[in-house]
């Protein structure tokens, strides 16, 4: 019989949400307005749901990704790192859209987006029920926020929570971003996420989601919605709270940092793999701060291959 302590691998997850290029500028300093700022700037791979899919995979964990890009070049690039990093993609090509484009302009440990969400938008319920289909083996659901805030995909994301409830899959949520949060409203997306398994929001999404209280205080706000939040706070770590009465703390690792962009992605990413995988709070929260560390370390929001 395997010890109660085991790890066990996870079942497939299905992370549904949305797939994006990324205009990077890793600026020198401040952007001087009206004037030019020296920055090294590339073109790669993005999209939340996609960069923690990646994470994922890299991990071990099987993984499909449900998602929209253009029938564009841009798309078919995106499609072909995804396939050569092991996911599996229900990922429709929809004609006549552009694929999803971010500028990030990232200085120090900030970084602000200027985004065209383009075929994300056209995600649909029923590449959910198909998805889901044709991987009978799916144990957890793993959604964007963005995928939510959207009120073009919102009926995807709304649906692929009520699916997984019925068919009896963990959930998670990543609530995404900050302003398109305070958009919507706080009760709002909190009821739309009720009941979910696991919330995770940055510092600034707690603040609006819970008010500017201290991290366990946030959590413990946040698991009157769902059932356990995690707080990532960047470089001061995360928090885990959860009905239990559990409150856990990791502090983040000191590497030099490179590039902020798509940190969050991979903490969720080692967070759930290790959490699915039957591992308690503290070692969970230990594993995201591995990944997260690994993502600062690096250009771009992918793992390095």
């Given at each position: 019989?395997?010890?109660?302590?085991?790890?066990?691998?996870?079942?497939?997850?299905?992370?549904?949400?949305?797939?994006?290029?990324?205009?990077?500028?890793?600026?020198?300093?401040?952007?001087?307005?009206?004037?030019?700022?020296?920055?090294?700037?590339?073109?790669?791979?993005?999209?939340?749901?996609?960069?923690?899919?990646?994470?994922?995979?890299?991990?071990?964990?099987?993984?499909?990704?449900?998602?929209?890009?253009?029938?564009?070049?841009?798309?078919?690039?995106?499609?072909?790192?995804?396939?050569?990093?092991?996911?599996?993609?229900?990922?429709?090509?929809?004609?006549?859209?552009?694929?999803?484009?971010?500028?990030?302009?990232?200085?120090?440990?900030?970084?602000?987006?200027?985004?065209?969400?383009?075929?994300?938008?056209?995600?649909?319920?029923?590449?959910?029920?198909?998805?889901?289909?044709?991987?009978?083996?799916?144990?957890?659901?793993?959604?964007?926020?963005?995928?939510?805030?959207?009120?073009?995909?919102?009926?995807?994301?709304?649906?692929?929570?009520?699916?997984?409830?019925?068919?009896?899959?963990?959930?998670?949520?990543d609530a995404a971003s900050a302003a398109p949060?305070?958009?919507?409203?706080?009760?709002?997306?909190?009821?739309?996420?009720?009941?979910?398994?696991?919330?995770?929001?940055?510092?600034?999404?707690?603040?609006?989601?819970?008010?500017?209280?201290?991290?366990?205080?946030?959590?413990?706000?946040?698991?009157?919605?769902?059932?356990?939040?995690?707080?990532?706070?960047?470089?001061?770590?995360?928090?885990?709270?959860?009905?239990?009465?559990?409150?856990?703390?990791?502090?983040?690792?000191?590497?030099?940092?490179?590039?902020?962009?798509?940190?969050?992605?991979?903490?969720?990413?080692?967070?759930?793999?290790?959490?699915?995988?039957?591992?308690?709070?503290?070692?969970?929260?230990?594993?995201?701060?591995?990944?997260?560390?690994?993502?600062?370390?690096?250009?771009?929001?992918?793992?390095?291959?």
């Open positions: 019989m395997k010890a109660p302590d085991t790890p066990q691998r996870p079942g497939r997850v299905l992370v549904v949400g949305d797939v994006i290029t990324d205009v990077v500028a890793v600026l020198a300093g401040p952007p001087a307005t009206g004037s030019d700022t020296p920055a090294t700037i590339r073109f790669t791979g993005g999209g939340q749901a996609a960069n923690t899919a990646c994470w994922l995979a890299v991990q071990g964990v099987p993984v499909t990704l449900v998602g929209a890009v253009g029938d564009d070049p841009s798309g078919r690039e995106r499609l072909a790192e995804l396939a050569a990093a092991e996911v599996d993609c229900a990922v429709d090509r929809i004609a006549g859209c552009a694929t999803g484009t971010v500028i990030v302009m990232a200085v120090g440990n900030e970084r602000t987006m200027i985004t065209e969400r383009g075929a994300n938008l056209r995600l649909r319920p029923a590449q959910v029920d198909a998805a889901l289909s044709g991987t009978p083996e799916v144990t957890h659901l793993h959604l964007s926020g963005y995928t939510l805030l959207d009120a073009g995909s919102r009926p995807a994301g709304l649906h692929a929570l009520a699916v997984a409830r019925e068919r009896g899959l963990t959930t998670s949520v949060l305070r958009a919507v409203g706080a009760a709002t997306f909190l009821s739309w996420v009720r009941e979910v398994d696991l919330l995770l929001v940055n510092t600034d999404e707690a603040n609006v989601l819970a008010g500017g209280l201290d991290p366990a205080a946030q959590g413990r706000a946040l698991v009157a919605s769902a059932r356990r939040a995690v707080i990532k706070r960047g470089a001061a770590g995360a928090t885990w709270v959860d009905r239990g009465g559990t409150v856990a703390t990791v502090l983040a690792h000191r590497v030099p940092v490179v590039d902020v962009i798509g940190a969050g992605d991979a903490f969720a990413a080692g967070l759930l793999a290790a959490w699915l995988a039957g591992a308690g709070p503290s070692a969970a929260l230990g594993r995201g701060a591995d990944l997260g560390a690994a993502a600062v370390s690096q250009f771009g929001a992918r793992p390095a291959r």
